[in-house]
């Protein structure tokens, strides 16, 4: 069955970027679906920061897009996520998830989610 | 950029009882509206996307309704197993997920 696994440092310094990446198993990276990051801080709701296309097209969460750099890499059936200058506001459990086949190939809702990785900013 | 609201923001029930949660939209988003269902330590369940359509091997006691910019989702009777956080997303511009709603037990 489709899988999604995240993977990066759990611990992150204030300032330092955050490396993740997201491993499908069971399923093409390169098939009509996008592929998303969504954060949930502890205690807190969930918050998406952007999604993509397996031919590069992205898009990010406006509040975030200045530090949020999202890549695919088809031949490893993966895709990473990167955010710049992290403060403890970041401090997160990140998942990634697969978007629902839309008709129009536009972005549906997310079906199948990673585990989710926690990751604390702290020094 | 679209914001999400839902009410309540928790709600004691009982097993056996009909559940309602509403999602408000702050601008028309058609019916391109999803829910989830999230446990604790558990990632998100997409239960109900385009406003109404089961997931697949969702329990039919679970119904979502609405378009433009109110929706509900409705447990018919809730089971034990629904004790949970419930959220809705809308996915008309970009992504926006609701505050959430924390079902209990009464």
């Known amino acids: 069955q489709v899988q999604l696994q995240e993977s990066g440092p759990g611990l992150v310094k204030p300032s330092d970027t955050l490396s993740l990446t997201c491993a499908v198993s069971?399923?093409?990276?390169?098939?009509?679906?996008?592929w998303g990051w969504i954060r949930q801080p502890p205690g807190k709701g969930l918050e998406w920061i952007g999604y993509i296309y397996y031919s590069g097209s992205i898009y990010y969460n406006p509040s975030l897009k200045s530090r949020v750099t999202m890549s695919v890499d088809t031949s490893k059936n993966q895709f990473s996520l990167k955010l710049s200058s992290v403060t403890a506001v970041d401090t997160a459990v990140y998942y990634c998830a697969r978007t629902r086949y839309n008709w129009n190939d536009s972005p549906d809702a997310f079906d199948i989610w990673g585990q989710g990785t926690m990751v604390t900013v702290s020094s | 950029d679209i914001q999400m609201t839902q009410s309540p923001s928790t709600l004691s029930a009982s097993v056996g009882d009909r559940v309602t949660i509403t999602c408000r939209a702050s601008?028309?988003?058609?019916?391109?509206l999803a829910w989830y269902q999230q446990k604790p330590g558990k990632a998100p369940k997409l239960l109900i996307y385009k406003a109404s359509s089961l997931e697949s091997g969702v329990p039919s006691r679970f119904s979502g309704s609405g378009s433009g910019t109110e929706f509900t989702l409705t447990i018919s009777s809730l089971q034990p197993d629904d004790f949970a956080t419930y959220y809705c997303?809308?996915?008309?511009?970009?992504?926006?997920f609701g505050p959430g709603t924390k079902v209990d037990i009464k």
């Open positions: 069971g399923y093409s990276i390169s098939s009509s679906n996008w």
């Open positions: 601008q028309s988003i058609s019916s391109w």
């Open positions: 997303q809308q996915y008309n511009s970009y992504f926006t």
